[in-house]
């Protein structure tokens, strides 16, 4: 089974950087999309943004644009979210997913498998 795991949460002032990672373990695709979803707490979960296998197509959630970017390197089947100049509504809990195919959806139930989450937290 596809397990994707995230990495690289943490505690940060505003301002700041954090660059998360989402490795993407026994992958069932020889292609495939990572989306990035984030859950604030008392509020639903939203879409960041996500990126196809060849990089070509990619979305970022409006908000986010221009602060966070989203990387691959294939290779090594990780994905990451680059996440500058956060605010503190940037905090939330972070989760990758995975979805086999060139599609690039923007809603979560559009991927297969998801991880378990990695907190980020901004303090003004």
């Known amino acids: 089974q596809v397990q994707p795991v995230e990495s690289g949460g943490g505690l940060v002032q505003a301002g700041g950087s954090l660059r998360l990672a989402c490795s993407i373990s026994?992958?069932?695709?020889?292609?495939?999309?990572v989306g990035w979803f984030r859950q604030a707490p008392g509020k639903e979960r939203a879409f960041v943004g996500a990126?196809?296998?060849?990089?070509?197509?990619?979305f970022l959630e409006d908000s986010v644009k221009g602060r966070f970017f989203i990387e691959r390197d294939n290779a090594k089947n990780t994905a990451y979210l680059q996440m500058n100049s956060l605010k503190p509504e940037d905090t939330a809990t972070y989760y990758c997913?995975?979805?086999?195919?060139?599609?690039?959806?923007?809603?979560?139930?559009?991927?297969?498998?998801w991880g378990q989450g990695t907190q980020v937290t901004v303090s003004s």
């Open positions: 997913a995975y979805r086999s195919g060139h599609a690039v959806p923007t809603k979560w139930a559009d991927f297969s498998y």
């Open positions: 990126r196809g296998w060849d990089g070509h197509l990619s």
């Open positions: 026994r992958r069932a695709s020889a292609r495939y999309t």
